[in-house]
């Protein structure tokens, strides 16, 4: 087999990203999003792409946050490995394969191929997650009535409510940031995103019942994509009434009136209940995303 190419593209050979077939369905899912050209990679065989990845960021990174965006050539796992490997970045990976892929036979072997590369450059496996798309034709979910939702100035309000929130989660995500720092920690990174998101502070509402106490927060949110669910949570306290679809529908009613055309979300399979929520409001799951992270 012939020597392996790392190439780092650039405005004038970006064209060399779009020389590998797309059976994942990648381009359609990215249609929004901005990828700078040199924080695109592909490896090359006899002049011929085999592998290919798209880090990605904020306007205002200057380094990217995550690989979202990655294929590999039939039998060339290994061109995959190397291109992740000899990256300057270790930064977690998203693999988005269409709802349907385990399913399918030749989605299953494409998505695969791709795990098995990522396995080899040392990632490993955090989470798999549905991803939701909410359109008008859906129709808006029915708002219970039974929260008193208000904006909160006060950061360390939605500090409190994370930590709270955190205590019990089932998100792998902040799950991991709890192993790695605390309770702090993982309300530290959702502040620090929510933060980080291009959509105004003063969305983020917090819910109270009509007796006063906090039962949850939800953060209405636009990412460089477009409108999204950005946080849903209740306090433990206040768990087993069904209150996070309320907590939903609001988020959902908000973002429309701020003009939105379409709500995206997304939550961890093993989250049941919550994607039962996401079902009840009349968010369709259309993909998946698997999410890995370099090992270390």
């Known amino acids: ?19 590998l077939p797309d059976p994942l369905g990648a381009r359609e899912g990215h249609r929004r999003t901005r990828f700078r050209p040199d924080w695109k990679r592909v490896a090359l065989r006899d002049g011929e792409v085999v592998a290919r990845g798209a880090w990605w960021g904020g306007p205002d990174d200057s380094e990217p946050v995550n690989i979202n965006w990655f294929d590999v050539a039939e039998g060339e796992e290994e061109a ?8 300057p970045w270790k930064v977690e990976l998203e693999i988005n394969p269409p709802g349907d892929w385990r399913e399918v036979t030749d989605l299953r072997a494409a998505a695969e191929a791709r795990f098995a590369a990522a396995r080899a450059a040392g990632y490993e496996l955090l989470v798999e997650r549905f991803l939701y798309r ?12 039974r929260l008193r939702f208000s904006a909160e100035p006060d950061d360390a309000v ?14 792998a995500h902040a799950l991991r940031a709890i192993e790695e720092g605390g309770l702090d920690q993982a309300a530290r990174e959702e502040l620090d995103f ?9 969305w983020w509402q ?6 006063g106490d906090l039962a949850g927060i939800h953060i209405p949110a636009h990412n460089p994509s477009g409108p999204t669910i950005g946080f849903i949570g209740v306090v433990p306290e ?16 908000f973002l429309v009136e701020q003009g939105a055309e379409f709500i995206t979300g997304a939550t961890d399979r093993a989250n049941f209940p919550m994607a039962a929520n996401f079902a009840k409001a009349g968010f369709p799951a259309i993909r998946e995303r698997i999410n890995f992270l370099p090992a270390g």
């Open 1 to 19: 087999m012939t020597e392996l190419v790392i190439r780092t593209l650039s405005a004038s050979d970006a064209h060399l990203f779009d020389a």
């Open 80 to 87: 995959g490995a190397e291109l992740l490997r000899s990256a």
């Open 134 to 145: 909410w359109t008008p034709e859906r129709g808006l979910p029915e708002r219970p009535g």
């Open 158 to 171: 939605f500090f409190d409510a994370l930590r709270r929130i955190h205590s019990t989660t089932l998100d």
């Open 194 to 202: 929510f933060h980080w998101c291009p959509s105004p502070r003063e």
């Open 206 to 211: 917090v819910a109270h019942t009509p007796e």
């Open 238 to 253: 206040h768990r087993g009434r069904g209150y996070a679809y309320d907590l939903l529908a609001e988020c959902t009613h």
